[in-house]
């Protein structure tokens, strides 16, 4: 310090923010006048800048400068000393942060968002907790960590998490007009360079809950008893005990006359509807050959019929993708807020754009940004996927579900590759290290997992599976439905085509009568 232009040395590492954490300075000489040399400098609580003066016994003196911000004066704090023999002594933690975590009332500058001007009176209880839940829970953690820092807190509040780097929440951040965000936001690529993420608070997810939806809903339950193999051996034992039939009925000479294939036919869809026949067998090989078909199509019937009870019964589990999401049958909506707002109309690769513009908002159509309650009554009540944190939502669904209705729940996580939301702070914030520390302390005491259970609600369990009636609606049997009506249009068809031929036929019958009788 004794050295000609020290200070300037100083002044520029000042102006080339070298005091910051990634430095460490030992400063030779007076404590008073590295003192004073630092007294326009930014050694603010990240610093490590440390004055030795020599004492008469040849012993070092360790003194730390800094200040708690940049109001104010510069604090000097003895940490220990060095001796020629026995080198350094430490007298306090010889962690910087630890020895700095008192900050004595100094002005710790915080914003939040508040979506619901109401929220605001409502920060510490547990009303109305489903709005505004992670504002509300961090707040209270925020309280927490103010109190083991001992500072003061000026708060500002916006309406929005902010989206550029001057709007809401993350432009204060990133202008330094705050050092923390007291409310979570989600890590995205575009803030890394804004912020700075230092502790994961909010134990919530946002992401589709619906309903698994009947089996039917999304598959043809009719061909799904048997597999592919049971269903060729099937069809290929009723087609070579046809054929044998056909046979035998026409070795012993059968009622009517010669027998048709167009009669073995329809006495084996018959036999596998469980339906009768006008083709009698009369000898002892058409009978047993008859007797041994309907026992198989029995067999088969019984076990075809067992699976579609079930069937009918179950739901499906193969939604568990946007994609797969995209492509069911189910309507989609979002809780009708800022964020979803956002990231919904942001989206940028082909799925999520495509749910965005044929489910959510689609051209012309109404807009399913719903309030949290509304959606969630839409869940319970039709096939609908809406878009939430769950935490919140989680309330109105104990709160208005049935029991049963509870079993078949299911998630689908729309933001990619995005965790639960951290807290930010500023940049250019020198309380950074203090407040990582403090918040881990808030988790590893407990307080943070006590207000995640007063503010959010947990997934509802599984109680009473499979107590309640399943009816059975149109989509259930809308493939039969369709079996039976293209059957009639081909009857329908078929006999138009039949009068038609014998219309000609008999048109052709006149004229030739019509010419013998001229002759």
Not at 375 to 397: C, D, I, N, W
Not at 493 to 519: K, N, P, Y
Request: contains cysteine.
């Amino acid at each position: 310090m004794a050295c000609q232009g020290t200070r300037a040395i100083l002044y520029e590492a000042g102006v080339l923010k070298l005091f910051g954490a990634r430095s460490r300075w030992i400063l030779l000489g007076n404590v008073t006048s590295a003192q004073s040399a630092l007294a326009d400098l930014g050694v603010l609580l990240d610093s490590d800048v440390i004055a030795a003066e020599r004492g008469s016994t040849g012993a070092f003196l360790l003194v730390e400068l800094y200040r708690r911000t940049p109001q104010d004066t510069i604090i000097k704090r003895v940490i220990g000393d060095w001796r020629p023999q026995l080198g350094v002594r430490l007298t306090s933690s010889t962690i910087t942060f630890t020895r700095r975590t008192n900050l004595q009332k100094s002005t710790l500058k915080a914003v939040m968002v508040v979506t619901n001007n109401d929220s605001l009176l409502h920060l510490s209880d547990t009303e109305d907790r489903h709005i505004d839940t992670a504002s509300k829970m961090n707040y209270r953690l925020f309280c927490h960590v103010a109190d083991i820092v001992n500072a003061s807190v000026e708060m500002a509040v916006v309406n929005s998490w902010g989206y550029d780097a001057w709007s809401g929440m993350l432009g204060y951040l990133h202008r330094g007009d705050a050092d923390i965000g007291a409310s979570p936001m989600f890590v995205i690529e575009e803030r890394l360079s804004m912020v700075t993420y230092i502790a994961g608070t909010t134990r919530s997810r946002a992401e589709f809950l619906f309903r698994r939806p009947p089996l039917s809903f999304v598959d043809n339950i009719f061909t799904l008893p048997f597999s592919r193999s049971v269903w060729l051996a099937s069809a290929g034992l009723i087609a070579v005990m046809g054929i044998l039939l056909h046979e035998a009925l026409n070795q012993e000479g059968s009622v009517g006359g010669q027998v048709t294939w167009s009669d073995v036919a329809l006495l084996t869809v018959g036999a596998v509807c469980q339906q009768g026949t006008a083709v009698e067998a009369k000898g002892a090989p058409g009978r047993i050959i008859t007797i041994f078909l309907f026992v198989a199509v029995i067999f088969l019937y019984t076990s075809y019929s067992a699976c579609i009870v079930v069937l009918l019964q179950s739901s499906t589990t193969s939604i568990r993708t946007l994609n797969d999401l995209l492509h069911s049958g189910l309507t989609l909506g979002a809780h009708d807020i800022i964020y979803n707002r956002h990231y919904f109309r942001e989206a940028s690769d082909p799925i999520r754009r495509a749910i965005y513009r044929k489910k959510v908002s689609p051209p012309g159509g109404p807009q399913n940004f719903l309030p949290l309650q509304d959606g969630v009554e839409r869940v319970r009540t039709s096939p609908f996927a809406f878009h939430m944190e769950l935490g919140p939502g989680y309330k109105f669904v104990w709160d208005t579900f049935l029991e049963e209705e509870k079993c078949n729940l299911q998630t689908v996580p729309y933001f990619p590759g995005t965790p639960e939301p951290f807290v930010a702070v500023s940049k250019q914030t020198a309380f950074k290290e203090i407040l990582a520390v403090a918040y881990r302390k808030v988790q590893e005491r407990g307080l943070q997992r006590r207000e995640t259970l007063r503010f959010y609600h947990a997934k509802p369990e599984c109680t009473q599976r499979g107590t309640s009636f399943v009816s059975v609606g149109l989509v259930d049997f809308y493939s039969a439905v369709l079996v039976l009506g293209y059957g009639m249009l081909l009857s329908l068809g078929i006999l138009l085509m039949e009068v038609l031929v014998h219309r000609r036929q008999s048109t052709r019958h006149a004229e030739r009568r019509a010419r013998g009788a001229a002759r």
